[in-house]
């Protein structure tokens, strides 16, 4: 088998607010030409880099808000989020933990960091990724995955040198906790000190890794520091992950849906007369009903 090149390192770039509660940096699409199309079924990815709250009575976040035609996937690496959703999913996401939303059809959906959590602040590290559906899924039931991190999935490296949570898709034999609609690798890699882990994934599949922690290097080929997304080539299947110190990283793999993207805002469709109904829906109350 052919080895998986990097295409680019891209640096995380800056920042901005989502509601008062997730300072992210935008990495896809983002602002450097990583298309929905180019990522896809990845279509956003947020990544809060770790980042201070101080306390407070009044836990933040984001209100009350719509999506349609795709699923997102939280996951926690420091800090706690709380959240609810018109079809009667909610609950806590705690360090280590997963939240899988298939909006689909559509929902209204609100997070804000938890209570008891808010109240002490600290330190908060997410990354919010959303995951397209194809457009014979688009207008399916909504469902909610609460994936525990004690649920997930682990294969442990040799020698005792890091592990890999496998979330969605397979690694070694291990199948990931969350059931997806098209194939879809999410892997969580977490090396000790001169650990390593290699990777297969079909040549086709759109690729990358992000750096939540420590430095690493890819085929021996390329350094990537602290905060940065490795973009992979659509050529080759095999590549590995070395590392000096302790580091966590965020593997992504998933087979292209080639459909059309018609997106705007919390909305994610395969045509503008698609998109113009699900503003219509939304503004018709058939999102249902949540409290803010």
Do not use: C
């Amino acid at each position: 088998m052919l080895v998986k090149t990097i295409e680019r390192v891209i640096a995380p770039g800056g920042t901005h607010f989502v509601g008062d509660g997730f300072r992210v940096h935008n990495i896809i699409p983002g602002s450097q030409g990583l298309s929905m199309q180019r990522m896809s079924p990845f279509i956003m990815l947020d990544y809060n880099s770790p980042y201070h709250f101080p306390a407070s009575d009044t836990p933040r976040g984001v209100g009350v808000h719509p999506h349609r035609g795709f699923e997102t996937v939280t996951i926690a690496y420091k800090g706690k989020v709380e959240h609810h959703d018109s079809s009667g999913g909610g609950g806590v996401i705690d360090e280590g933990d997963v939240q899988w939303m298939t909006a689909a059809s559509g929902v209204l959906h609100k997070e804000f960091h938890e209570k008891e959590w808010s109240k002490k602040g600290g330190l908060f590290q997410m990354v919010q990724l959303w995951v397209n559906l194809p457009a014979k899924d688009k207008m399916s039931r909504p469902k909610y995955q609460a994936l525990s991190n004690k649920d997930i999935g682990r294969y442990y490296l040799e020698n005792n040198t890091g592990e890999v949570e496998v979330i969605a898709g397979v690694y070694e034999g291990i199948k990931g906790a969350a059931s997806t609609f098209t194939p879809v690798h999410l892997l969580n890699v977490k090396l000790k000190q001169g650990g390593q882990a290699a990777f297969s994934f079909p040549a086709n599949y759109n690729t990358a890794a992000l750096v939540l922690e420590g430095k690493i290097r890819i085929n021996d080929t390329h350094q990537v520091p602290t905060n940065h997304f490795a973009l992979f080539t659509n050529e080759g299947e095999q590549f590995t992950i070395k590392t000096d110190e302790d580091a966590v990283v965020l593997v992504l793999s998933g087979e292209p849906i080639q459909e059309p993207i018609a997106a705007h805002g919390p909305f994610v469709m395969n045509t503008q007369q698609e998109l113009l109904q699900a503003f219509n829906d939304y503004n018709a109350g058939k999102f249902g009903y949540l409290e803010d």
